[in-house]
């Protein structure tokens, strides 16, 4: 589960609408309601942003976690990957065989 309520459309959709309502107000720069509008796009962007690079940075650390793991269990068992990978590709071998046998 994300630690965050947001998921990545509902903030695009929080954007979209926040700049939309910017653009509606784009006519007098002079207007209140245009500086209080940009300013909150500006926040809800950084936001995005910040949430954004958390999610990139969670799946950069558990890809990183999931190569370490490999490569230890390759380094402590090598006998045992040969054997599951040369496994694996017999089974491979035998369905892609098969497949085009019936062809």
Request: hydrophobic share 35%; proline share 3%; net charge negative.
């Amino acid at each position: 589960m994300s630690k965050y309520l947001f998921t990545p459309e509902d903030d695009v959709t929080l954007l979209k609408e926040t700049l939309d309502q910017v653009l509606c107000t784009i006519d007098d720069p002079e207007n209140e309601y245009y500086r209080e509008m940009k300013e909150r796009a500006a926040q809800r962007l950084y936001e995005v942003r910040q949430r954004l690079n958390g999610e990139a940075e969670q799946g950069y650390e558990t890809l990183k976690q999931a190569a370490c793991w490999t490569d230890n269990y390759l380094h402590h068992n090598p006998w045992r990957s040969i054997g599951m990978t040369t496994a694996a590709g017999i089974v491979f071998g035998f369905i892609l065989a098969r497949c085009t046998l019936s062809d």
